[in-house]
């Protein structure tokens, strides 16, 4: 194997594997929509199904950015492997 | 996991058209709910009973559903969001089923996507009447310089909304590829419930009440 494409194929894993940090962020959103929904429904729990529907969309919308950051490292794989075929 | 790498794969090809594992699970899924449709609907009473209030209850929580979300005016919209759920569902599912899953691929979400967005635009257009759509486009909020901004924002929606599905829908399938390769037998089981069962409800709920509040963003005049 050429050493490019070994260079290729490694800084493409490690990439993918920089680019699943962004992980983070979105774990820590939804953790804190689902400890405000937890105080929410203790404050008010008549109002627990729309407090979940509501928490549930801004936690799908927090986690756009972590499915992006899959959707490249998944990329970044693909790269690796196509190029060590 | 190489499986899931690759992504689906050619089945046979139609004409040199390359027929994939995703339409192939399209078709098995589209013929589940025809039939489905069909046998449920065949032999429907006054008084229900069976299967009939199954189906009852589906089309009352649907109905429910977009009333609670988009207000009583838009009950029509029930419609196409009770049909999104229940193709966006058992597309989801199909891979308890082996099958491959075909929203774990971008053809069929970006597809959804498209829909929405000209659905978005459409009751924009028809609810705003096009000097005003144009006007919050254009000239919203200063004139001209935000246009771009504005222009890009409602491409964005069918786009986040696509890949939002289509990742969470191939992370299952990488983790459950993953966990195959390591243990094949009895600890994949539960796992399947979630990834599958679970984030597939869930999932398809998403889009669906995504659509919804962008459609009745649209809609609404101000």
Redesign the interface.
């Known amino acids: 194997m050429e050493f490019t494409e070994f260079a290729v194929a490694a800084f493409a894993v490690l990439g993918a594997g920089i680019a699943m940090l962004a992980g983070l962020g979105p774990g820590i959103g939804q953790g804190y929509a689902a400890g405000k929904g937890v105080e929410a429904v203790g404050r008010q729990p008549e109002a627990r199904g729309?407090i979940i529907?509501t928490m549930?969309?801004g936690q799908?919308?927090a986690?756009?950015t972590g499915?992006?950051a899959?959707?490249i490292a998944?990329i970044l794989?693909?790269l690796a492997?196509g190029v060590l075929g | 996991m190489d499986k899931a790498l690759e992504g689906a794969s050619v089945v046979f090809e139609i004409f040199g058209i390359p027929i994939t594992e995703t339409i192939v699970s399209t078709w098995i899924v589209m013929v589940v709910i025809i039939i489905g449709a069909y046998l449920i609907t065949r032999s429907f009473k006054r008084l229900p009973s069976g299967v009939q209030n199954i189906a009852e209850a589906l089309v009352e929580g649907i109905n429910d559903f977009t009333v609670q979300t988009m207000g009583e005016k838009n009950r029509w919209f029930a419609s196409y969001a009770g049909t999104l759920l229940i193709f966006i569902f058992l597309a989801n599912i199909s891979g308890l089923f082996g099958l491959w899953p075909p929203t774990a691929d971008t053809g069929t979400t970006i597809g959804l996507g498209i829909m929405t967005f000209f659905i978005i635009q459409y009751q924009g257009i028809k609810n705003k009447g096009i000097g005003l759509y144009l006007k919050n486009i254009l000239l919203e909020p200063i004139p001209i310089l935000f246009a771009p901004m504005n222009i890009i924002s409602e491409l964005a929606t069918p786009i986040s909304l696509a890949f939002r599905l289509f990742g969470n829908i191939l992370a299952g399938v990488v983790v459950m590829g993953l966990i195959y390769s390591v243990v094949p037998i009895v600890v994949p089981i539960p796992l399947h419930i979630y990834f599958d069962l679970f984030a597939g409800l869930l999932q398809s709920f998403i889009f669906v009440m995504l659509t919804m509040v962008f459609v009745s963003m649209a809609i609404e005049t101000e």
Do not use: C, D, K, R
């Open positions: 729309s529907t549930i969309l799908a919308v986690e756009t499915i992006y899959f959707v998944f794989i693909g492997n």
